[in-house]
Structure formats: structure tokens, C-alpha cells
């Protein structure tokens, strides 16, 4: 238990080293709506926002169902002379999947959709219980710790945008129509912006430090006030 | 304890003998190797992160030679009658702007050429210039440099992800047919381990060895 | 590394900043329920959509198959009408790992009409000899047609696919009938079946009837041509082309090409009183069109069985040979056997012994007539006179048959009906006009012309005028005498000049060359009247092989046996024998004037007498020359009229001529396709 505004150069104990430029601050509660930002090179150090938690729990369970969807609907209908040809996101998958390149179809499927849902799943599992003020449930530190290390490598958006360039070079070729699961995957990507932007690492660290979860014996607790 | 004047010397947790745990933030002494907050380890900016950065970078370059030399996609309109072509990446943005889609050219080169090439170069100036003393405000511009290089690196996929789309979708049997060609898959490899290389530069390296003097230094 | 902070300096101990704040821009708050709109709204349009597309689905139903050549899972369309109304689902084995199924899934507005009744096939390119079908599956991928009426029946959904797409859907207003024949000349699955000669069905279902002693075939045939088939309907096999040689000469029957090639059938109702026919009424396919004609019988068990015996020889009498009354066929021979015949003193010879099947009807005897009232017409026939006896039929009359006549002054004789097996019918002897004896009889007698003996007595005749002439005697005689003799003399002396004339012009060198000639004709038409049997054999032959389709060989062998016709009957030598024998005539009957003419003595008229004898023969033969002349060129005439018929003008030539120019049409057609896909395979395929 750490008082707010009090530090320990030598422990560290009350202090947070910026991410980026290892420049030392000192930890405080902050109200939400209020943004922490270093003080040298301005990156984010905490952003709490009130609901934010419910708000994550609710997009990732959108995220969840919408991934349902732009799995198993149609994805893209293509048509020329007659001949047609409907792919969902497993023959987008299964496209390569032919021998030497299996690893690829592999890490192309885990990458649009099984870290997205492994993350949503994850946040899910941090957040359910510190956002009715409980106690986390028992792994959540190396569950968030997953879903933060994983963010780079979901790569849904990425797919969408991929899959608007495609387009374009078959356009000419033939006709193409979108099926329900572009549209599914459309939300997907609105729906994962809003959650990163919900998100702040430092501020759920913080609540899981502060729902009970003893981590460090570090947890701020407020100053007492007069 | 008050704030310290705004322009007195930045502490930094490495000069008050803590490391700073990377994901989460919290500080803790030099000698401790795991956060104990959320578990993660405890690495001090200090150049020997720089061998890993070198040799996913390293690795990252390798494989993209393949992914030019080799055919991306191979397209068979009317069961080879029409013609079979196989193109690379390069050859792909030549063809396109042959057909005038100048702008999908642009964006195919920029994702596909541009991009992973700027960054083997940006991370590689980042790696040599990394903990040598400059101002503040080339390190400032090096972050910026490196936030640019983070983001940007997720999406090089994009090719990979069209040509999974074109192969998965153009299966119109005689017609026309589409198949991903090796150059996809070492693409892939060398577009992660880039990703890979990025991650494992330590921004904090660029802000050592900068002058103790003020924090608004602005030589 | 660590820098410590230098407490040297003068500025204040490094002490850890404060985080920049900012504080909130506006009071974010945001009500709990309305976050929550989001997944939830998703899950509404994820389940929404996933609804929609499982229960539009349709239903699925399986198909059997032999096998799934062109069968892609997830693929490969169900189609009826060419219009897509499902797609095959999943393939798999049947329990028994024979067959195939093919799992479909047929859009729900069409699954109501899928009932029992429907069929299903795979629809993949086909080569049959009515040419290439469905062709554009090799580029659009093999699909599964089907078909069904519009009337629901009960609902299934397990099927047993067929193997070929059927060639006749059904629903369509006709009759099921089946043809029938000993060897499926002709049938061939598809084959068409015609009605003056436009399809109106085909035959499919080839097989062998239960009894295996016959080839059967179905056939549909559509309304409303149906309505011509009657219980008397005759049908005939078109396939292939017939080579006949008949009184009209040489003629050809082609159909088409495709009749050549793929074999058909045609039909026509020839007689009146059929009772209209119901699906699976058999009829018989006959060999060609003439049989059919004359094929009555509908029904071989009404036939009337009668037989005969006759004691001569049987070559060429045949089973299915005709029974001829008055120039009618009434009937046919069925059968033949040998006899062992005890007569009236109990010596046994053997008879031949043949069975006639006769046709009622054809006797003029009404519809209704029972067997015992046919026996009864004929018995009395038999009393008026009516005989059976074997006759000659056919050009060279090698051939025969059976013909019953009405002879008044035969000896009487009655029908035996209780003879064994059938009745018997008295016979006499027949009349075969063997066309080798005919014509050996005619040599025989130009053989036996006395051509020789006459002139050998011509020539003794002018020798012993040549003697008197100049002899001592004749000087003996009194001048007038003498200048009768001188004019006798010179009479004689002109004769001999006319004989010397005759001589040195070589006319009886001639007229023996003649002699020779015609001997030589004479042998040289008996050498090749000894060949005509063969010859005759060799047409039959021929007539046999035009069985099968080589005509080139066939059209060698023909030209080969009218050569062999004309050199028989177009000979120069043949030609020149009446002419070689009229100028034998004028020479003869010149010399007979010159002789009669010269006023010479009694001795000359003993001679003379002799002369005229045998001028008189001479005379008799020749007058019986222009007799045998005149058939013998009937007889060209018609052997003309033969190689005429085969000739440029003929039909036969014409036949063959169109023949051969659909082929080199249909050749030329396939060469310049050929041609085509080879210089330029996209435009085959692509059509441009």
C-alpha cells in the first residue's frame, strides 16, 4: 500500500518509468476523463474513463458475434461468363493451403480472427469482475498480459483493407458482391478502434491492483484527504 | 513533494537506478528481472536488446529477397489458352500501371516496396544511432521515427492478405484461376520478423546519453 | 551504466515528475444501457442473417449414381430447364459402396415438385453419331439435370440417378412400344424412328427378350403421331442401303448419312383393319421395306399351315420363300424336310416335303374366318383344280418358290386334311425355266446348223459345172449346142469368174472364217453359258456382302459381274454373229440367183437340184437365223437395259453419287472444324 504522492527512489515503490523515454513520474490517482501523458516525449501513460470497462466487455462481445458471422457467412461472390465462385474467410484461409504453404494458412487464419478472438476473450475474462468492482478472477494478470503482448498481431483491419485492394485488381475481371460477412468484418473493425481507444493498460493495471488483486503490495490508494 | 521546476533535468529511472517495467510501467530497482505487477520481464534499456533487433532485421531482410525474386501470384485465364503470368511484387505495380490503375499501382508499391524497405532502414539508422548522444529534439524525432515504424510495420500484411483474397476468390475453374505463389509466403516472414525487430527496440534507448542539462535543452 | 545524480549541481536533487495531466474535457457519461446496444445489435444481425440463410436453404435429397465423374462438392449446380435451382452438397458412398450419392440442396420453391416421379441424370459431354451434345459442359463443368412434372405427388427425397439423360421425358402424350428383331441390325440407342421419313422417336432400352432368342427396343412415340400405329402397322429397318436386282435393273436405297451410320427405323400402316395399339405392343422390325410390304403376317398364329411333297429337286426354294396365287403372295414357306414316302407298292423314296403358312386375309377370305373355314374354301378350290407346285421367281430364275394355280384338266386329287403334321395340298410338277438350259438349247441349235454340208455342196456343185464345162464332150455337141454351151460357158465362165471373184475376194475364206467365227461365238457363249451359273452365284454372293457397308469392294465386284455381263452379251463377236449371218444370207442367196439365173444344161440342173437342197437348207436355217437372232438380241436389249441401268443416267449411279457427296460434304465440314480449332482454339471455345 502506497501512499499517493509519496516514492522510494530506491525501490521505486510510487513511481512510473515512461515506456518510451524511461523518464521517472511519480504515480497518482487520476479521476476519470483525465489524461496522464509524459512529460517528455508525450506518450500516454494513463487514461481512465468511467465505464470503460463495461464498455470493453460490451464491444468485445459484439466483436465475438460479429466474428461468428464473418466466419461462417459468404464473404465475396465473384462472377464471370457464368461461372461463379463464393469464398468465406476459410477458403480465403484454405487458399493456401496446399503442402509447404500450411504454416501461412495457419498464421493467416490465427491472424484475422483467432487473436481477435483469443484478445476479446481475454479482456473479457479481466474486466467482467472490475467492472462490477469485484475481485479479478484468478490468471487475470497473465491473460491481460497476453492480450496486450498480442495487439500488434491481430490484424483484422488489415484484412479488410487487403481484401478493398483485391477487389479492385479483380473489379475488371469480373463481378463482385459483398456478402454478409464483409459487412460483419466492417463492424469488427469499427467495433476493435473503439475498444483500443477504451483501453489504457495502466489504468486496468491500476484497477486490478485496486480490486483486491495483491500484485505488488504497491497499490496506490489515495491521498487522504483533509 | 512538489513538481520539480520545468526546467530541471529529466530523472530517468535507469539514472535513479530502476528499471521500468515496459508494459505496465511501474518502477522497480535495478536488480529485479520480473515486474511483479504483471509479470513481465524487467529489461534495463541498455544496447543489449539491439542483438535481437539486429538479427530479426537481418532475418526480415533475407527473406524479403525471395519476395521479390519469386512470383506472387499465378494467374491462369481459360486454362492457360489465354495465358499463364506469373508476377512479383514489382512485376504486379509494372502491370497495373500498364492498365492505368495508377492508383492501386501507388498503394501497392508504397505497401509492398517502399514500406518494408523504409523500414529495414529506419530501424537499422535507429540501431546504430541508438544511446549516442543527441539532442532532444532529434530524439524526439527518433520516437517519432519509431512510433511511425511500429504502426506502419502491421500493415505490409496487407499484401499477403490480397493475395489470399485473389487466390481464395478467382477460382472460376477454366476461366480464370488464381494461386499464391512462394514469394507470399517468405513476404509473410519477412514482414513478421520485421515486426518482430521493431518490437524488440528499446525506444528508451534513444533518449540515453542525452544531456543532463535541461529538459527544454533546445540546441 | 547509472548516472547518479550529482548533487554538485546548483540546481535542486532529480527528483521524478509529475505526470502531465489533463484534465477531462467534458464529463464523459455515458449510460450503461447504451454501450450495450452494440453487441447486442450485432447479435440480432448476426443471428438475422444466419436465420435467413438456414432457412432458405431448401431441402436436401440424395441421388444415387453409378459413378460422379464431374461431380464437385460445393460446386457443381442441380438445373431444370438450364436454370440453377440447387447445388450438390456433399458426395459419398452408398451402403454397399456401389453407388454414389450426391447430396443436393434444391431451393425451397422448387422442393414441393420433387416427388417420386422425378429423375435425375448427369449432364456431361456425349459423343453418339448424331454428333457431339453438350459440349459447353466442358468449360462450364458437368452439372445434374432434372426433371418433374408440376403436379406434386408425395414428397421423397432418396432417388436413383439414370446413367444417360432419358431421350424422351415423360409427360410427354404418346405410346410405348417395343420392336422386336433376331439380330439388332439397325438398333442402336438413339436410333430415330420415322414416319415418311420424319423422326417422331427414337429407340432406347436395347435388350434381349426373356427368352434370349430376340433383340428388343423401346420406343416412344410421340402424340400425334401415335395416332397412326395400328395392330397392322409394319415397321423396317432403314439402316445401312440396299442393292437390288430386279426386272427394273440395278437399284440403290440410301437413306441418309445418319441412317447409314446409325441405323432407324421407319413405319407405315399398309393395310385397313388394325385395332389401335396399346404401350408395350410388340411389333417386328423387318429387314428392309420390300419385306415389310409384303410381310402380312401380324399375327403367325392365324396362319393357315398346309403342306406339299414333290419329288424334284428343291435348290433354290428357301424358307420365307413366297407363296404365290395368281401373282399375290398369300403366304410364305416355313419349312423343309425330306420325306420317307412308302407308294403303292411299298417301295420307299424319299419326297421333299414343304410347309406353307398362308395368310387368310390375302386369299380374300373375310377377317372372321376361322381355320376351318379356310380348309373348307380350300378344299374346294383344291376339287376346282388348284395345285401347288414349285416355280421359278427372280431375274435368272435360280430362285423359287411356291405358287398355287388352278388347273382344270389336272387329275383330280383332294385336299388331305388329315395329313400329318398339316393338310396336304396335291402338287405338280413345277415349271423352272432354267435360263443355263434355255441358253444351252439355243447354242445347241445354231450348232446344229447344217452350214457345212450346204456349202460343201456348193462347192461340189461348181466343180463339176467346171468339169462339164470344160470337157471334150461339150465340143461334141452341134454349134448351136456349142453356142449354148459357149454361153453356158460363159455363163460357167462368170459363174467361175464369180467363183474366182468369191474365192480371190476371200468371201469363202470369209464365209469359213464365219463358220469358224460363229463356231467360235457359239463356243465362246457356251464356254460363258457354263460360266453363268457361277456367275449367278457370284451375284447372289455379292448380294450377300452388300450386306455389309463396304462399297468400294461391293462397287469392284459389281462392275466386276457386268463386265462380265456385257462381255457375255456385248461381245463384237456376239454382236457381229446376225450381222456376219445376213451377210452370209446376201452372199448365199446372190450366188443361188446367179445360179438360177444361168440358163445351163439338165446336168447343171441335177446340180442345181442339189444346189437348191441345200440352198433350201441353207434358206430354212437362215430363216430360222433372224428367229434366234432377234432373241438373241431381246436378250441383249435386256442385258442393255441392265448395264443401262447402271450406267451414267441411272439411278443407281445417281444414288450412289449423292451418296458419296453427302459423305464428302460431311467430310469437308469436319475438315474445315478441324481446320479451325487447330489455327485458333480461343475462338472455338470462346466463340469469337
Known amino acids: 500500500m502506497q501512499t499517493e504522492g509519496e516514492y522510494d527512489l530506491s525501490t521505486g515503490a510510487g513511481l512510473t518509468a515512461c515506456p518510451r523515454c524511461d523518464a521517472l513520474h511519480v504515480e497518482r490517482e487520476l479521476e476519470p476523463g483525465e489524461t496522464a501523458r509524459c512529460l517528455r516525449c508525450n506518450t500516454l501513460l494513463a487514461s481512465p474513463r468511467a465505464g470503460a470497462f463495461t464498455r470493453i466487455i460490451a464491444l468485445s462481445f459484439a466483436s465475438l458475434v460479429l466474428m461468428v458471422g464473418a466466419v461462417f457467412f459468404p464473404f465475396l461472390e465473384i462472377s464471370r461468363m457464368g461461372f461463379g465462385n463464393q469464398t468465406s474467410l476459410f477458403g480465403v484461409a484454405l487458399a493456401f493451403s496446399h503442402g509447404a504453404l500450411m504454416p501461412l494458412t495457419v498464421a493467416v487464419l490465427g491472424m484475422i480472427v483467432g487473436l481477435p478472438v483469443l484478445r476479446a476473450l481475454l479482456l473479457v475474462y479481466t474486466l467482467l469482475p472490475l467492472a462490477r468492482k469485484r475481485r479479478p478472477f484468478a490468471h487475470a494478470v497473465p491473460a491481460f498480459r497476453l492480450s496486450e503482448a498480442l495487439r500488434p498481431w491481430s490484424m483484422a483491419e488489415i484484412f479488410v483493407i487487403g481484401t478493398a485492394i483485391a477487389l479492385v485488381k479483380v473489379g475488371g475481371l469480373a463481378n463482385i458482391s459483398f456478402g454478409p460477412a464483409f459487412w460483419a468484418f466492417c463492424g469488427l473493425i469499427l467495433v476493435n478502434a473503439a475498444s483500443n481507444a477504451f483501453t489504457s493498460a495502466a489504468t486496468i493495471w491500476d484497477a486490478i491492483e485496486d480490486a483486491g488483486m495483491a500484485t505488488d503490495g504497491r497499490e496506490i490508494v489515495p491521498e487522504p484527504r483533509a | 513533494m512538489s513538481a520539480p521546476a520545468q526546467d530541471a533535468p529529466v530523472l530517468t529511472a535507469h539514472r535513479a537506478g530502476l528499471v521500468g517495467c515496459r508494459s505496465c510501467g511501474r518502477a522497480w530497482p535495478e536488480a529485479e528481472t520480473t515486474c511483479r505487477r504483471c509479470g513481465s520481464a524487467l529489461v534495463p534499456p541498455d544496447r543489449r536488446c539491439l542483438n535481437a533487433v539486429w538479427a530479426w532485421l537481418a532475418a526480415g531482410f533475407i527473406f524479403y529477397i525471395p519476395a521479390n525474386l519469386f512470383p506472387m501470384l499465378k494467374t491462369s485465364t481459360f486454362g492457360g489458352l489465354r495465358g499463364n503470368s506469373e508476377s512479383t511484387i514489382l512485376g504486379g505495380v509494372v502491370e497495373l500501371m500498364h492498365y492505368g490503375n495508377y492508383g492501386i499501382a501507388a498503394v501497392i508499391f508504397a505497401a509492398s516496396v517502399m514500406v518494408p524497405v523504409g523500414k529495414f532502414v529506419a530501424i537499422a539508422w535507429l540501431a546504430l544511432v541508438a544511446g549516442r548522444p543527441a539532442t532532444v529534439r532529434a530524439a524526439h524525432k527518433r520516437l517519432a521515427l519509431y512510433e511511425v515504424v511500429e504502426f506502419i510495420g502491421r500493415w505490409s500484411m496487407i499484401d499477403v492478405f490480397v493475395v489470399a483474397i485473389l487466390s481464395a476468390l478467382v477460382q472460376l475453374g477454366f476461366v480464370a484461376s488464381i494461386h499464391p505463389g512462394p514469394a507470399a509466403v517468405s513476404f509473410a516472414l519477412s514482414v513478421a520478423f520485421t515486426m518482430l525487430s521493431a518490437q524488440s527496440f528499446d525506444p528508451r534507448l534513444i533518449w540515453r546519453g542525452l544531456p543532463l542539462r535541461s529538459r527544454k535543452d533546445h540546441e | ?688
Open chain 3, 1 to 688: 551504466m547509472t548516472d547518479r545524480p550529482s548533487p554538485e549541481r546548483s540546481d535542486a536533487p532529480l527528483k521524478p515528475a509529475e505526470p502531465v495531466r489533463k484534465p477531462a474535457a467534458r464529463a464523459v457519461r455515458t449510460g450503461l444501457p447504451l454501450i450495450w446496444l452494440v453487441p447486442i445489435a450485432a447479435l440480432v444481425v448476426t443471428l438475422g442473417v444466419g436465420w435467413n440463410m438456414i432457412a432458405g436453404r431448401g431441402t436436401l435429397i440424395s441421388v444415387a449414381f453409378k459413378d460422379a465423374t464431374g461431380i464437385t462438392p460445393g460446386e457443381t449446380a442441380l438445373k431444370f430447364r438450364e436454370i440453377t435451382v440447387g447445388k450438390v452438397e456433399s458426395v459419398r458412398f452408398t451402403e454397399d459402396l456401389q453407388q454414389v450419392l450426391v447430396n443436393m440442396r434444391v431451393d425451397k420453391d422448387l422442393a414441393p415438385y420433387i416427388d417420386s416421379e422425378s429423375q435425375f441424370w448427369i449432364v456431361r459431354p456425349q459423343v453418339s453419331a448424331q454428333g457431339i451434345s453438350r459440349l459447353d459442359t466442358v468449360l462450364t463443368g458437368a452439372f445434374v439435370e432434372g426433371f418433374w412434372d408440376d403436379k406434386p405427388d408425395e414428397p421423397q427425397t432418396r432417388f436413383q440417378g439414370l446413367d444417360r439423360p432419358p431421350l424422351t421425358s415423360f409427360g410427354e402424350k404418346g405410346t410405348w412400344i417395343v420392336l422386336s428383331t433376331d439380330r439388332s441390325r439397325g438398333m442402336t440407342e438413339g436410333a430415330p424412328v420415322m414416319f415418311r421419313g420424319l423422326p417422331v422417336g427414337q429407340m432406347q432400352n436395347l435388350r434381349l427378350s426373356e427368352d434370349d432368342e430376340s433383340v428388343l427396343a423401346d420406343v416412344f412415340i410421340a402424340a400425334p403421331h401415335d395416332a397412326r400405329l395400328t395392330t397392322s402397322t409394319v415397321f423396317w429397318d432403314t439402316s445401312g442401303f440396299s442393292v437390288s436386282l430386279g426386272a427394273q435393273g440395278l437399284s440403290l436405297n440410301v437413306n441418309s448419312l445418319a441412317s447409314v451410320l446409325q441405323g432407324g427405323a421407319e413405319f407405315a400402316t399398309l393395310t385397313s383393319g388394325g385395332r389401335p395399339v396399346e404401350d408395350g405392343h410388340v411389333f417386328t422390325l423387318q429387314p428392309d421395306e420390300a419385306t415389310a410390304r409384303t410381310n402380312l403376317f401380324a399375327d403367325e398364329a392365324q396362319a393357315l399351315r398346309l403342306t406339299m411333297r414333290i419329288g424334284e429337286s428343291v435348290k433354290g426354294l428357301e424358307t420365307g420363300a413366297n407363296v404365290q396365287f395368281m401373282g399375290l403372295t398369300v403366304g410364305r414357306v416355313t419349312d423343309l424336310a425330306a420325306r420317307v414316302i412308302a407308294d403303292a407298292e411299298g417301295r420307299e423314296h424319299i419326297e421333299q416335303e414343304v410347309t406353307l403358312a398362308l395368310t387368310p386375309a390375302r386369299l380374300g377370305l373375310p377377317d372372321e374366318t376361322t381355320p376351318e373355314q379356310a380348309l373348307d374354301f380350300l378344299a374346294g378350290q383344291v376339287r376346282a383344280g388348284l395345285r401347288a407346285r414349285v416355280a421359278s421367281a427372280g431375274f435368272f430364275g435360280t430362285s423359287l418358290q411356291v405358287e398355287l394355280v388352278e388347273l382344270p384338266d389336272a387329275t383330280p386329287a383332294e385336299l388331305d386334311r388329315a395329313g400329318d403334321p398339316y393338310p396336304l395340298i396335291p402338287s405338280v410338277p413345277g415349271e423352272i425355266s432354267d435360263f443355263t438350259e434355255t441358253a444351252q438349247g439355243f447354242l445347241t441349235r445354231v450348232g446344229n446348223l447344217p452350214i457345212e454340208e450346204a456349202l460343201k455342196s456348193v462347192t461340189d456343185m461348181m466343180n463339176s459345172v467346171t468339169a462339164i464345162a470344160s470337157s471334150e464332150d461339150t465340143r461334141a455337141i452341134p454349134g448351136a449346142l456349142r453356142g449354148t454351151l459357149e454361153d453356158a460357158q460363159a455363163a460357167a465362165g462368170e459363174i467361175r469368174q464369180v467363183t474366182t471373184e468369191l474365192r480371190e475376194s476371200g468371201a469363202v475364206g470369209q464365209l469359213r472364217r464365219m463358220v469358224d467365227e460363229a463356231a467360235a461365238a457359239a463356243e465362246a457363249v457356251k464356254l460363258a453359258a457354263a460360266d453363268v451359273p457361277a456367275m449367278v452365284d457370284q451375284i447372289d454372293a455379292a448380294a450377300v456382302k452388300i450386306e455389309a457397308v463396304d462399297y468400294a469392294a461391293i462397287g469392284t465386284e459389281a462392275e466386276g459381274i457386268l463386265r462380265d455381263v456385257r462381255a457375255l452379251l456385248g461381245t463384237e463377236d456376239a454382236e457381229r454373229l446376225p450381222r456376219d449371218l445376213s451377210e452370209t444370207l446376201k452372199a448365199a442367196s446372190g450366188l443361188l440367183n446367179d445360179l438360177r439365173d444361168g440358163n445351163a444344161a439338165g446336168s447343171l440342173n441335177t446340180a442345181l437340184a442339189s444346189a437348191s437342197t441345200a440352198a433350201q437348207d441353207v434358206s430354212d436355217a437362215a430363216k430360222r437365223l433372224p428367229q434366234l437372232s432377234a432373241r438373241l438380241e431381246a436378250l441383249a436389249a435386256r442385258a442393255d437395259a441392265v448395264i443401262a441401268a447402271y450406267g451414267d443416267r441411272s439411278s443407281f449411279n445417281n444414288e450412289t453419287i449423292n451418296l458419296m457427296r453427302e459423305m464428302r460434304r460431311a467430310a469437308n465440314a469436319f475438315g474445315s472444324l478441324a481446320r479451325t480449332i487447330e489455327r485458333n482454339p480461343q475462338a472455338f471455345i470462346l466463340g469469337r
